[in-house]
């Protein structure tokens, strides 16, 4: 977001769209990277994320929070770049539709190019999609986090057999999202925001 064009202008170069489905800590980051540069991005958060039972000590620049308390800024910070969340409705079923994805929720039915997978520790949509899996019965991942099926991803716990921690979760959820902004960019993307992009964004209510 370091160039001089403005957000309008980046929503205009792309047309993708994102379903992230879950809403905890993975999920939103996906959500936030892939909004914030351009992507319409629809989350279904069912609000069952392990962050409730959370304090964070070990999060790199927060001294000390509540999980809770992260949800609710992580969520107002999502909501703030205008990703469409929809809170407490639940996903029943993913799946391939030829052109992309088709999310099937109790309510309504969805469609995107991009899925990202961020459902903690429950691994059935990734099997019912026909994701490849570990010898430890994980999401077999690349390093960008995109599944054996071309369009899904899937990020934190769903991918790691123990290494359940907020920060990493945030991370590949970020991983997840600026690969799919590469791919539509067709080059590598960075999102690196300098202090003028900031002051642009958020003006007299830019945090010293």
Known sequence: MSD?????????????????VGGGPAGLSAALFAEKNGLETTVFDTDETWMHKAHLFNYLGIGSVGGSEFMATARQQVDDFGADRHQGEAVTAVEEN??????????????????VLATGANRDIAEDLGCEFTDEDVVDVDVDMETSVE???????????????????????????????????GEYYHDFDVPADAERIFGEELAE
């Open 98 to 115: 030829g052109d992309g994805f088709t999310v099937e929720t109790e309510d309504d039915s969805y469609e995107a190019d991009y899925v």
């Open 4 to 20: 001089d064009t403005t957000a309008d202008e980046r929503e205009d170069e792309l047309n993708a769209s994102v379903l992230v």
């Open 151 to 185: 369009g899904v991803y899937a990020t934190g716990a769903m991918v790691r057999p123990e290494e359940w921690q907020a920060a990493i979760a945030v991370g590949d959820g970020a991983a997840a999202a600026l690969n799919i902004l590469s791919n539509e960019k």
